[in-house]
């Protein structure tokens, strides 16, 4: 790595812990220079102002969601719109745990992010929500991805006494709940619904319910069975 390039990643990094320690408008340049061990003119050789620092700490995860929306819309014609679902939720919230800090410095300091930067970054959410409903939903199935997709951001800044593996755990079990024909174990319909379950779907159907979070409907959908098959299931 050359001296250039690691100087500039040194105060990429300095800079974020800043904003989160203090804020980014209590953050002033020459911290961040005394941070790295540089002089406030070697640093804005690398960043003319902190709103560039700002937008070169956003971009990546805006990058990193993009590629993700393009792996969610090529899921679409081998396993529906679940599938899509799935993988968006899931390589999203991959990514706000790996930009957990900017996201924190997102929304602490949102009016303060640059507009270029920021504007992407709504394209692409905006963007991921429609190709998540799909182009046949109405608007309450619109909502509820819209939901989804807010119940694996927010809380990942907002919950920092959290580790990320239990985030993650709890946030995707809270999207599935909003989107319970998307979840990982949801069937696919072909051709009409199963009649029957499997020993290992009837325990967990049972396990579900059991947990009061789930409703028998919700379960149907679930695991691609109709109500009725759900309830032969419950009463054994």
């Known amino acids: 790595m050359d001296q250039q390039t690691s100087t500039r990643e040194r105060i990429l990094?300095?800079?974020?812990?800043?904003?989160?320690e203090r804020g980014y408008h209590a953050t002033a340049l020459q911290e961040v220079a005394d941070r790295v061990g540089i002089t406030k003119a070697a640093l804005y050789y690398h960043?003319?102002?902190?709103?560039e620092i700002l937008g070169d700490l956003l971009n990546p995860m805006t990058a990193e969601l993009e590629q993700v929306?393009?792996?969610a819309v090529a899921q679409q014609e081998a396993g529906g719109i679940g599938a899509v679902r799935r993988t968006?939720?899931?390589?999203?919230?991959?990514?706000?745990?790996?930009?957990?800090?900017?996201?924190?410095?997102?929304?602490?300091?949102?009016?303060?992010?640059?507009?270029?930067s920021f504007s992407r970054l709504l394209r692409t959410m905006e963007y991921g929500i429609e190709v998540g409903a799909g182009a046949e939903a109405g608007?309450?199935?619109?909502?509820?991805?819209?939901?989804?997709?807010?119940?694996?951001?927010?809380p990942v800044a907002l919950m920092p006494q959290l580790t990320n593996e239990v985030l993650r755990d709890h946030?995707?079990?809270?999207?599935?709940?909003?989107?319970?024909?998307s979840a990982p174990g949801a069937r696919?319909?072909?051709?009409?619904?199963p009649r029957s379950l499997s020993a290992a779907d009837a325990d967990l159907a049972r396990e579900w319910h059991a947990s009061g979070e789930h409703t028998v409907d919700s379960i149907a959908a679930r695991l691609g069975v109709s109500r009725a098959t759900v309830y032969r299931h419950l009463k054994k």
């Open 13 to 20: 990094h300095e800079a974020e812990r800043l904003f989160v």
């Open 47 to 51: 960043f003319p102002s902190k709103a």
């Open 69 to 71: 929306l393009d792996d």
């Open 88 to 116: 968006l939720i899931t390589g999203w919230l991959d990514v706000f745990l790996r930009y957990r800090n900017t996201l924190v410095t997102l929304l602490r300091e949102l009016p303060a992010t640059p507009s270029d």
């Open 139 to 154: 608007i309450p199935e619109r909502i509820a991805v819209a939901q989804a997709v807010s119940a694996v951001t927010d």
């Open 171 to 181: 946030l995707l079990a809270g999207a599935w709940r909003l989107l319970p024909d």
């Open 188 to 193: 696919r319909a072909r051709g009409g619904r």
